[in-house]
């Protein structure tokens, strides 16, 4: 039984390695402990190539922790399932060859065994709800990569989902789009209360969309600290302007405090 003060991801000591063709072992994680609790927004933000993507895969169920207690639910991340939908950076994570509404239906058929009706009902809601409702019946060559990431959402939202995990969604945006769908996104998560953990390496998207913030070492990534933001939502806010001050530098002297990871992080 889950109890509503159960998190929805608890991860203790958590460390991910990566196995080279040699045998050679490269620890791509280093002892990750935080919780990720029901409804909140819960961002990473680390350098590029810290070891984010790599967490995020564990919590999905495509990679298995070598040491520590990974938990979902109370149980240990195994298998993805359609509970952790996963939106990539990539523009290409829809079928080619369906319509934005087709991927959608298709996603509900095969992961919710919903019959036709339904699922084409959902999916008319969802499009709704991501404002693409306009692209339905077109193919993702026929989108651009802002519609592409509403569709990928709309159909990660559409199986409803204990938790969206989005690894930096909007990263490859231009800067007024990348904008529209952080607000966008704001609204989707107020509305839907769905759980969602979210990379970025974006300090005003993290602090913008996130209840809290996780701050994550360069390679490999420890827990450097967690930060709370959910009271900074305006962005000229004096609070806003000091949380940012204080990401950055827990991001920027990251080389000296290598030495001494910060191991009460949660
Ligand atoms: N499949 C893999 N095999 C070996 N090393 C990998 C693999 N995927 C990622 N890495 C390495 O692990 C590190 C962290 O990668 P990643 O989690 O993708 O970083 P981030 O998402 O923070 O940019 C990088 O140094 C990367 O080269
Ligand atoms: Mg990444």
């Keep these: 039984m889950i109890s509503s003060t159960t998190p929805l991801v608890s991860a203790t000591g958590v460390s991910i390695d990566y196995i080279d063709a040699g045998g050679r072992r490269t620890t791509a994680v280093e002892d990750a402990s935080f919780n990720v609790q029901c409804g909140e927004t819960f961002v990473m933000i680390g350098p590029?190539?810290?070891?984010?993507?790599?967490?995020?895969?564990?919590?999905?169920?495509?990679?298995?922790?070598?040491?520590?207690?990974?938990?979902?639910?109370?149980?240990?991340?195994?298998?993805?399932?359609?509970?952790?939908?996963?939106?990539?950076?990539?523009?290409?994570?829809?079928?080619?060859?369906?319509?934005?509404?087709?991927?959608?239906?298709?996603?509900?058929?095969?992961?919710?065994?919903?019959?036709?009706?339904?699922?084409?009902?959902?999916?008319?809601?969802?499009?709704?709800?991501?404002?693409?409702?306009?692209?339905?019946?077109?193919?993702?060559?026929?989108?651009?990569?802002?519609?592409?990431?509403?569709?990928?959402?709309?159909?990660?939202?559409?199986?409803?989902?204990?938790?969206?995990?989005?690894?930096?969604?909007?990263?490859?945006?231009?800067?007024?789009?990348?904008?529209?769908?952080?607000?966008?996104?704001?609204?989707?998560?107020?509305?839907?209360?769905?759980?969602i953990v979210l990379v970025t390496h974006s300090i005003q998207e993290a602090i913008y969309l996130g209840d809290r913030v996780m701050v994550m070492s360069s390679f490999p990534a420890r827990v450097r600290e967690i930060v709370d933001t959910r009271d900074a939502t305006d962005i000229e806010s004096t609070h806003f302007a000091e949380l940012t001050g204080r990401l950055r530098a827990l991001l920027v002297h990251r080389e000296e405090q290598l030495d001494q990871p910060d191991r009460a992080a949660l």
Excluded at 101 to 106: A, F, I, L, P, S
Excluded at 180 to 189: M, P, V, W
């Design 48 to 195: 590029s190539g810290c070891g984010k993507t790599t967490l995020l895969k564990a919590i999905a169920g495509f990679l298995r922790p070598a040491r520590g207690m990974l938990l979902v639910e109370g149980q240990p991340a195994r298998e993805p399932g359609p509970d952790r939908a996963v939106v990539f950076q990539d523009f290409d994570q829809l079928f080619a060859w369906r319509t934005v509404r087709d991927n959608v239906v298709y996603a509900l058929r095969v992961a919710r065994k919903m019959p036709s009706g339904a699922a084409g009902k959902k999916a008319d809601e969802m499009l709704a709800l991501v404002d693409i409702a306009r692209a339905a019946h077109r193919y993702p060559h026929e989108l651009s990569g802002g519609m592409k990431q509403r569709a990928a959402i709309a159909r990660a939202l559409a199986l409803e989902p204990s938790m969206l995990l989005m690894d930096e969604p909007f990263g490859a945006l231009d800067a007024i789009t990348r904008n529209q769908l952080q607000i966008e996104l704001k609204g989707i998560h107020e509305r839907t209360g769905v759980t």
